[in-house]
């Protein structure tokens, strides 16, 4: 089974609007983490937010939130006001293990398009 | 503070022919990894380092080799290039915690 399952297809969004990318992953650690990164077409990899599986509140840094659902193993970003500039691949990835014992497993990323 | 660079950032090999990507950080962290992004696949992990002087392989370890002499250096070596081997190559690195993983800019690799 796939650790990380990134399934929708190209998504679009209006500028200023929210919109929410999906992400499930599949793991039998208690601990764990989960990520979202950013990469425009400019190619590099921009960290965007992190989730522990012991943190009680969904984490926000500024028009990113995550959306975490433990018992349904879902890791969702919501992005909220959209802008042009948010058009990008989005990858999901999960921390299994602690310390030199971790790994990260990225999902296959969704393509956001945001319409002016 | 650059925080992770890479390189060259792209290359032309042909087939056989061999060559080294370097990785540097400048943010003092003892983890740094070598990854590999190819269409529909995401980011697959190619070798890790915990420490200097330290290598182990991650999911796509064949072809490669890799070198942690100095802690703020990271070498990802190919020795005989194939087609398969046609990628981007991100480097990334973090803190002894392990947690989140910054990375650089990437290499684009055309193997002819």
């Known amino acids: 089974a796939q650790k990380i399952t990134q399934t929708q297809p190209g998504m679009f969004v209006q500028e200023k609007e929210a919109v929410t990318l999906d992400c499930t992953y599949d793991t039998s650690d208690q601990s764990y983490g989960l990520f979202w990164y950013k990469q425009p077409s400019s190619g590099e990899m921009i960290f965007l937010i992190y989730?522990?599986?012991?943190?009680?509140q969904n984490a926000t840094e500024g028009r990113y939130s995550l959306n975490f659902q433990k018992a349904r193993k879902s890791a969702n970003l919501v992005i909220s006001a959209s802008q042009l500039g948010d058009s990008a691949m989005y990858f999901c990835a999960m921390r299994e293990g602690a310390g030199a014992n971790s790994k990260l497993t990225f999902g296959k990323g969704i393509t956001l398009s945001v319409r002016p | 503070n650059a925080g992770v660079t890479q390189t060259p950032k792209f290359r032309v090999l042909k087939t056989g022919q061999s060559m080294t990507l370097l990785c540097a950080q400048d943010m003092n962290h003892e983890y740094m990894y070598w990854y590999r992004q190819d269409p529909g696949m995401g980011l697959r992990l190619i070798h890790y380092?915990?420490?200097?002087?330290?290598?182990a392989k991650g999911e796509v370890p064949d072809g490669y080799n890799v070198s942690r002499l100095k802690k703020q250096n990271f070498l990802l070596g190919l020795e005989s290039a194939a087609p398969s081997q046609t990628s981007v190559y991100f480097c990334a690195s973090s803190s002894w915690q392990g947690e989140t993983q910054y990375f650089g800019p990437g290499t684009r690799l055309l193997v002819l």
């Open positions: 380092s915990v420490g200097e002087g330290t290598t």
């Open positions: 989730q522990g599986s012991y943190d009680e």
